[in-house]
């Protein structure tokens, strides 16, 4: 096994943090600048945090079996930024569900799934591995982010994981 379930707490621990704090730097700003085009790879800030999200739902479909409710890699999920953020912590919350009831066997094992984009074909892969990239791949992005972020005046805050304040807690393993 790659990782282990105390891994999986404390960077779903990660997500929400950081989550939270770029959701707070993006309230700083007005609607037509989130949207704006800035030239990143999904073109503004509402849509890199967008991507987040549309990837985070379809990974967590993929661990959890409950619908993801995402029909393609671009889809665009929410348009009001309130009900975004709601829907961001709901996401945060699922994979602290799903994380707080994971067993080693379980991480141990593979998950099935098919891919949304290309010729849509069934993968087979380590579950541990999956995770890790899950949580990666939403660290990844929200580097982006912070990079928008500044370009537009606003300070992001602290985002390295060795800075994490104890405080920042899961409703569901109270970490």
């Given at each position: 096994?790659?990782?282990?379930?105390?891994?999986?707490?404390?960077?779903?621990?990660?997500?929400?943090?950081?989550?939270?704090?770029?959701?707070?730097?993006?309230?700083?700003?007005?609607?037509?600048?989130?949207?704006?085009?800035?030239?990143?790879?999904?073109?503004?800030?509402?849509?890199?945090?967008?991507?987040?999200?549309?990837?985070?739902?379809?990974?967590?479909?993929?661990?959890?079996?409950?619908?993801?409710?995402?029909?393609?890699?671009?889809?665009?999920?929410?348009?009001?930024?309130?009900?975004?953020?709601?829907?961001?912590?709901?996401?945060?919350?699922?994979?602290?569900?799903?994380v707080a009831?994971?067993?080693?066997?379980?991480?141990?094992g593979n998950i099935t799934?098919?891919?949304?984009?290309?010729?849509?074909?069934?993968?087979?892969?380590?579950?541990?591995?999956?995770?890790?990239?899950?949580?990666?791949?939403?660290?990844?992005?929200?580097?982006?982010?912070?990079?928008?972020?500044?370009?537009?005046?606003?300070?992001?805050?602290?985002?390295?994981?060795?800075?994490?304040?104890?405080?920042?807690?899961?409703?569901?393993?109270?970490?």
């Amino acid at each position: 096994m790659m990782i282990t379930i105390d891994y999986c707490k404390q960077f779903a621990r990660y997500n929400r943090w950081q989550n939270q704090s770029l959701f707070t730097a993006c309230e700083k700003l007005n609607d037509e600048t989130r949207k704006r085009n800035m030239g990143a790879f999904f073109k503004s800030i509402h849509n890199t945090l967008n991507h987040i999200l549309v990837g985070d739902r379809l990974w967590l479909s993929r661990f959890d079996g409950e619908p993801s409710g995402v029909t393609a890699l671009d889809q665009v999920l929410y348009v009001d930024f309130d009900e975004f953020k709601k829907q961001r912590g709901f996401a945060d919350n699922r994979c602290d569900r799903f994380v707080a009831a994971l067993t080693p066997k379980q991480l141990a094992g593979n998950i099935t799934f098919r891919r949304l984009s290309g010729n849509q074909e069934e993968l087979t892969k380590p579950l541990d591995f999956c995770l890790m990239h899950y949580f990666n791949h939403g660290t990844h992005h929200r580097g982006q982010v912070t990079t928008l972020l500044m370009q537009c005046g606003i300070d992001p805050g602290v985002t390295d994981l060795m800075m994490m304040p104890k405080d920042i807690v899961s409703p569901v393993f109270g970490l």
